[in-house]
């Protein structure tokens, strides 16, 4: 087999057995039941936000020492984070082993950011649209076999919520062992660099830094020519203005899809309460979602649009599309209706993320996905914490009131890229976007 796509196939199944975790659709419902026995305020407001401000904290150098230990280390360690967060589930009790539990679930959630920049590190350019789709495909599949065995492992009674847990934490050890076994990568662009390392999507002849400042065979760079680097890289990306756009969006979209996931299962019990209802099918909309996005996302890698010309719309066209479906989700008194609505929003963001995934690395420079990626995880944190602190911790906003301030999030997201989308087609005119064309040329992989 080809060492690319064996690569990319063990990562793919690292992707997947960590998310099988079939006791996270009924999370909410767990805690406030039996053994935990906690109240819904000490989990909303406790227990759910310790997981925001560790992500945001722990992000902060991630991306670093994702660099520095080349990428391999960092995904075993979040193969482990994943593994103490239901080890705390299964057998500790009480707020404050649950806020650490959620302090454990941000230092997994924290690293991942080295299981997604990974693959760019491994694979060449040419493979990048078409494993970034594999990746977050298997991922999908995962949370689809998940929800699916949730689902028909409770409404069947053959498990608890509580027994859930021993299938997640399995699934984590495995997890864990098969981060192992993933290869190593030898070099990296601040700490680990090589001679000639060249600019992606520039002329090959175009060197990343001058030779004078490439580190010398064997020796480790300096911290302040790895800021240097850093800076370079940061400027480099930044100024770009198409991997911007994509950054914006990324940011600000992820940042709502966090929100959204944190609160999505306490909006559910308001507008149903699991006392007052005979079945609930949490585990049966995640699965559905998921297997829907995991298409998608699967679609994605052989459909070769031009989303240089079509990008700032289909962007405006998806945010509003969810500010409408996260604000009814906010009003609507039928379940089906959110659950229907949650989904909705799910595949939408999934198809968008790995579009916008593959956008940016093609843009960056080589080896710099972890500095970027990280960037644009930290500011999706940073926003959401902003969003946490304000909307949950200060005032303490009805769940339905905060899912009508995420719709109109999005709403003013989605105006701010019908605004570009505007302004870039005029630009362009008549003549442009006939001669940009809506289709980019197929990639052609080499073996």
């Known amino acids: 087999m080809n060492a690319v796509w064996l690569t990319c196939l063990l990562l793919c199944t690292y992707g997947f057995f960590k998310e099988l975790r079939p006791s996270e659709p009924f999370f909410t419902d767990y805690l406030i039941g039996p053994p935990q026995n906690l109240t819904e305020a000490q989990v909303y407001y406790d227990v759910y936000p310790v997981w925001t401000y560790s992500y945001l904290s722990l992000l902060i150098i991630v991306f670093l020492v994702t660099d520095f230990f080349r990428y391999k280390p960092v995904i075993v360690f979040e193969g482990f984070g994943y593994v103490a967060t239901w080890a705390l589930l299964l057998w500790a009790r009480g707020v404050k082993w649950m806020q650490f539990m959620e302090f454990c679930y941000g230092i997994a959630t924290s690293t991942e950011v080295a299981y997604y920049t990974y693959i760019y590190a491994k694979v060449p350019q040419e493979a990048y649209q078409k494993v970034t789709s594999f990746t977050r495909a298997a991922i999908l599949i995962g949370r689809f076999v998940s929800g699916v065995l949730s689902q028909v492992l409770t409404s069947t009674g053959v498990m608890d919520y509580h027994s859930l847990n021993y299938i997640s934490f399995t699934c984590m050890c495995l997890a864990f062992l098969i981060a192992c ?246 630009q362009l005119g008549c003549i442009g976007i006939r001669n940009t064309g809506l289709w980019e040329m197929k990639p052609v992989i080499e073996h």
Not at 210 to 223: F, L, N, Q, V, Y
Not at 235 to 250: C, E, F
Not at 287 to 314: D, K, M, R
Request: aromatic share 14%.
């Open 181 to 426: 076994f993933i290869p190593s990568v030898t070099t990296s662009i601040y700490f680990h660099r090589q001679q000639g390392i060249v600019t992606s999507g520039e002329e090959s002849s175009r060197m990343l830094y001058k030779a004078k400042d490439c580190g010398t065979k064997g020796k480790r760079p300096s911290w302040k020519q790895v800021l240097r680097y850093i800076k370079s890289d940061f400027v480099s990306a930044y100024t770009n203005s198409h991997l911007l756009k994509w950054s914006i969006w990324w940011a600000f979209a992820t940042c709502g899809n966090f929100q959204i996931g944190n609160y999505i299962q306490p909006l559910w019990q308001t507008i149903a309460p699991t006392k007052e209802t005979d079945t609930i099918w949490n585990g049966a909309v995640e699965a559905t979602q998921t297997l829907l996005s995991a298409i998608a996302a699967l679609s994605i890698g052989f459909v070769h649009l031009n989303w240089a010309l079509l990008g700032e719309l289909t962007l405006a066209i998806i945010s509003l599309l969810d500010g409408v479906v996260l604000s009814y989700m906010g009003v609507t008194s039928e379940i089906w209706v959110a659950y229907v609505n949650y989904i909705i929003f799910r595949v939408s963001y999934q198809v968008l993320i790995t579009i916008a995934s593959y956008q940016v690395a093609r843009e960056l420079r080589a080896d710099s996905y972890g500095l970027v990626f990280g960037i644009n995880m930290f500011l999706s944190l940073f926003l959401q914490t902003v969003l946490t602190v304000v909307v949950v911790d200060i005032l303490q906003t009805p769940i339905r009131i905060q899912f009508l301030i995420y719709g109109a999030y999005f709403c003013i997201l989605a105006v701010l890229f019908f605004v570009l989308a505007g302004f870039h087609l005029c």
